[in-house]
């Protein structure tokens, strides 16, 4: 259970947080002065800290330092009722993860705590563990994954840049943690943020802060990733969705270690080692011009790429028996195993979403399940019944007849891109498939496709496609889809 810690003298407000947090699955503990926070957090210690910056002995200030002083990964989050907030501000430079005005808004709050407890556990869960400890942890049975480790284990040490690549559900975070925890900055915070998931005009303000008054909404001074993280490692998932004109300053900062916030002459410095994953081709986006070709090989000064699944012979049988007993303890199920006709079935199949697919069958098999043993009919459908080779869309699309077809129509057609008029016609033959395939939900169809949402996006307006009016989008849902799965 992740345990929060209140340090705060209103026992009304420490109160109705501990009520209403505690109901939320938390482990609330409270502390009324400095003194007792101390205390707290030395004997029973704690994954994020809730502090006031007015205490009736010691200022809330003098106590972040001691905090940070004993545990500079643990994430602090301020409250203050002066609306100015500069001391807050002031100690956000220094790696206080947030902080609130009173009186605070408790689903904002809520939303702040469970980025500070993702933050907490990017940290302190380790990657790499033994079989049977808790937690996602890489499995390295089949001989590519193991080459892989080795990698990690020469490349952890060098406070190198490094680019993680792989398709959509392999476990880039997994090695990014890997790499963290395993570098001499694994005592300093460790911070990730989805390029993807945030709307290009907030991306900037999100990774390097503003001024007051730098934009519309702009209300106050914003501390970005880059200054909150100094001394540590950031994490930037999705780079390739970063848009153009924000990489130029990303250049910079890798270069120089340098940025200045968003509405600022002022230049900021920073020790930060960046760590980046895609399941793009940032080579090819570099020959589209979408993607700087100067900050392509900033960031792959080292490279790893994670297999698919569906290549990682060994691996699967490890993986799956260890999501089974894990979620069936969860649900309180008593399961002993697979039966050999369910293993043969997941052991033919391709795996297209990775080791996030198989997390999420083993699920919908546990909870269609029945008796100890897990059976092939409780596997979800496409499973059992794949797609025979002459209804695939897939096969159909990549088949060489049909790629045939389309290049001699086109070089009929005439013109000087056909390669982008070959690529276009095929998304627009894929794309409302498996959008229709999935019920117009667009991230999970992005997971199948192995690209982001904005990605998905651009095409369809690229090519006049439409979604439809039952689609879901909202940020919910990216939020599930971006959950670090198992490499």
């Not at 939303?111 to 808790?134: G, K, T």
């Not at 999501?323 to 399961?335: Q, S, T």
Request: net charge negative; hydrophobic share 40%.
């Amino acid at each position: 259970m992740s345990k929060l810690l209140i340090v705060d003298d209103e026992e009304a407000l420490c109160y109705s947080f501990q009520r209403v947090l505690s109901a939320q699955g938390l482990e609330v503990c409270t502390a009324g002065t400095a003194a007792e926070g101390w205390k707290l957090f030395e004997s029973e210690g704690a994954d994020v800290v809730v502090l006031d910056l007015q205490l009736p002995d010691r200022s809330g200030m003098e106590l972040f330092h001691d905090l940070r002083a004993s545990d500079p990964r643990c994430p602090v989050i301020f409250m203050t009722a002066h609306g100015t907030a500069d001391t807050a501000i002031e100690a956000m430079k220094h790696g206080a993860f947030d902080y609130q005005v009173k009186p605070v808004d408790l689903e904002q709050f809520t939303q702040i705590l469970e980025r500070a407890f993702e933050a907490a556990r990017l940290m302190r869960v380790p990657a790499l563990l033994p079989p049977d400890s808790e937690g996602d942890r890489i499995v390295a049975t089949s001989r590519v994954m193991q080459e892989m480790c080795k990698t990690i284990g020469r490349v952890a040490p060098q406070d190198v840049n490094v680019l993680i690549c792989g398709e959509s559900g392999v476990g880039k975070e997994l090695v990014a943690r890997a790499l963290y925890q395993h570098s001499p900055r694994a005592d300093k915070p460790f911070l990730a943020i989805n390029c993807a998931a945030i709307p290009e005009t907030l991306l900037e303000s999100e990774l390097f802060g503003h001024e007051k008054g730098a934009f519309t909404g702009a209300d106050r001074r914003r501390i970005g990733k880059f200054e909150q993280c100094d001394t540590g490692t950031l994490f930037l998932d999705e780079i390739g969705d970063m848009p153009l004109a924000l990489q130029a300053k990303m250049l910079r900062v890798l270069q120089d270690q340098r940025f200045e916030r968003l509405g600022s002459h002022e230049t900021v410095q920073t020790n930060v080692r960046v760590l980046a994953a895609t399941n793009q081709h940032l080579n090819r986006l570099v020959e589209e011009g979408r993607f700087r070709s100067d900050l392509y090989y900033r960031l792959s000064t080292v490279r790893i790429d994670i297999p698919p699944l569906r290549v990682r012979q060994g691996d699967l049988e490890e993986l799956a028996h260890e999501f089974l007993f894990r979620y069936a303890r969860e649900m309180g199920m008593e399961v002993q195993g697979f039966a050999p006709e369910t293993l043969e079935l997941m052991r033919s199949y391709s795996w297209p979403g990775n080791v996030r697919e198989l997390q999420g069958a083993i699920r919908q098999a546990l909870l269609a399940g029945r008796g100890h043993i897990l059976l092939p009919e409780f596997l979800p459908e496409h499973l059992r019944c794949p797609p025979t080779p002459k209804d695939s869309s897939r096969e159909a699309i990549t088949s060489k007849a049909g790629l045939e077809a389309l290049a001699r129509a086109l070089i009929e057609k005439g013109g000087s891109d056909l390669y982008s008029e070959a690529i276009a016609a095929l998304d627009r033959a894929i794309l409302p498939i498996v959008l229709q395939h999935h019920g117009n939900h667009q991230t999970r169809a992005c997971e199948m496709l192995g690209i982001s949402r904005t990605t998905l996006r651009q095409k369809l307006r690229t090519l006049g496609l439409s979604i439809g009016l039952t689609v879901v989008d909202n940020a919910a849902e990216e939020g599930k889809s971006n959950e670090s799965g198992e490499a």
